[in-house]
Structure formats: structure tokens, C-alpha cells
T-cell receptor, first 113, second 115 residues
Framework: EAQVTQNPRYLITVTGKKLTVTCSQNMNHEYMSWYRQDPGLGLRQIYYSMNVEVTDKGDVPEGYKVSRKEKRNFPLILESPSPNQTSLYFC????????????FGSGTRLTVV | AQTVTQSQPEMSVQEAETVTLSCTYDTSENNYYLFWYKQPPSRQMILVIRQEAYKQQNATENRFSVNFQKAAKSFSLKISDSQLGDTAMYFCAFMKVYNNNDMRFGAGTRLTVKP
């Protein structure tokens, strides 16, 4: 089944403790992105990647890191999480510019206390 | 920067009736895509319908259709014969045909279908 897989689905952590949210897609998509969803704000892009080793910042990159060492994987790293990073996170992938539209993972609910 | 506005934070509709969700956007681009995504309580983001800006014909997917007014920068979603399973958050989104595949979302409209 074609899908984007995120893990974990839920995560509660403490301020300052490094964490990684994994994302993997099995559709051989070139483009991958991370979004965060907050009430009243919709979804905002954190980082995106156009291909292996090619990543760039989105609208809200502060406090996050990403890497794209393999085409299928695009982990999101929070080196020192803070409470304002409590949010619902989505990984998404897309085949190309012209196909239009993302396929989304099932989301990760992160709480930083 | 592109912005997407959904002016109705919440809406409700009776089962079997028709409801229209509003979306406006601001862009100077001529080529772009517009989308409606559905997010049920499971929180999965599900693509409902997609519209290419160069197409004049409004997109339709079964009970879902859009009214795309390019000059007015308006992209409303009409749901006909509403079903209980349509209860969800609906997001309007804009993507320009560019090199970062950045999709811009509105704040969402929470739709409740009442029996």
C-alpha cells in the first residue's frame, strides 16, 4: 500500500530532551515536507526537501532540523524541544511539481512539558 | 507571500442537505493548484478535490464540487447530500507551481453534519 509512515503517533517529552520523529514513504517521491498544525493557524511548513541531500527552510524552521540521506526517509529532529513546539506534526510527500498535492502521514501529536 | 483565508471557523448542516464552505486566497501567480483537504477525528489528511488554475471547468468528485472564481480569487467547496461521515475539519490549500512544493493552508472550517 502506498503510504507515508510517521512514528511515533503520540509523544510526550520534557523540555530540552532531544527527539526525532521519523517519516518514511514507499512511493519513490522526490518531494517531502514537514508541517505543523496549530489551532486557528492551519498547517505551516517547517522544512522541505526536493531530493536526497537537498533541504530548505519553510515558514517556521526555528528549533527544528531535518536530513534527507535516503530518498524514502525524512526525519524531523528537535535538538532541544520547548513547550511552544507542542503541536500536531505531519510529514508529506509528493511525486513532482507537476503532479500537485501532497500525500500526508497520519500525524504525530507532540507534547513538550 | 500567498495567504489563504477561510472565514467560517465552524459550520453545521443537516444530514442530506447541501453546504458550501468558503475559501479565498491572495496571490500574484497565474499558475497554481488549489485543494480541499478533509481531516476527520482520526486526524488523517485526506485529499477531497483538486483544481488547476489554468482549467476553467470546476472540479467535481462525486458529492463534492468546487466553485472556482479565478478573478475573484475564490475557491468554495460544495458538499451535496451531506452524510454523517462528512463531519470533519476542512482545509483549503494553495500551491504555486514553483520549486519548493510549499502548500499554504487556511485555518480550517469545522463542519458538523447533524442527523
Amino acid at each position: 500500500e502506498a503510504q507515508v509512515t510517521q512514528n511515533p503517533r503520540y509523544l510526550i517529552t520534557v523540555t530540552g530532551k532531544k527527539l526525532t520523529v521519523t517519516c518514511s514513504q514507499n512511493m519513490n517521491h522526490e518531494y517531502m515536507s514537514w508541517y505543523r498544525q496549530d489551532p486557528g493557524l492551519g498547517l505551516r511548513q517547517i522544512y522541505y526537501s526536493m531530493n536526497v541531500e537537498v533541504t530548505d527552510k519553510g515558514d517556521v524552521p526555528e528549533g527544528y532540523k531535518v536530513s534527507r540521506k535516503e530518498k524514502r526517509n525524512f526525519p524531523l529532529i528537535l535538538e532541544s524541544p520547548s513547550p511552544n513546539q507542542t503541536s500536531l506534526y505531519f510529514c508529506a510527500s509528493s511525486l513532482s511539481l507537476w503532479q500537485g498535492g501532497y500525500t500526508f502521514g497520519s500525524g504525530t501529536r507532540l507534547t513538550v512539558v | 507571500a500567498q495567504t489563504v483565508t477561510q472565514s467560517q471557523p465552524e459550520m453545521s448542516v443537516q444530514e442530506a442537505e447541501t453546504v458550501t464552505l468558503s475559501c479565498t486566497y491572495d496571490t500574484s501567480e497565474n499558475n497554481y493548484y488549489l485543494f480541499w483537504y478533509k481531516q476527520p477525528p482520526s486526524r488523517q489528511m485526506i485529499l477531497v478535490i483538486r483544481q488547476e488554475a489554468y482549467k476553467q471547468q470546476n472540479a467535481t468528485e462525486n458529492r463534492f464540487s468546487v466553485n472556482f472564481q479565478k478573478a475573484a480569487k475564490s475557491f468554495s467547496l460544495k458538499i451535496s447530500d451531506s452524510q454523517l461521515g462528512d463531519t470533519a475539519m476542512y482545509f483549503c490549500a494553495f500551491m504555486k507551481v514553483y520549486n519548493n512544493n510549499d502548500m499554504r493552508f487556511g485555518a480550517g472550517t469545522r463542519l458538523t453534519v447533524k442527523p
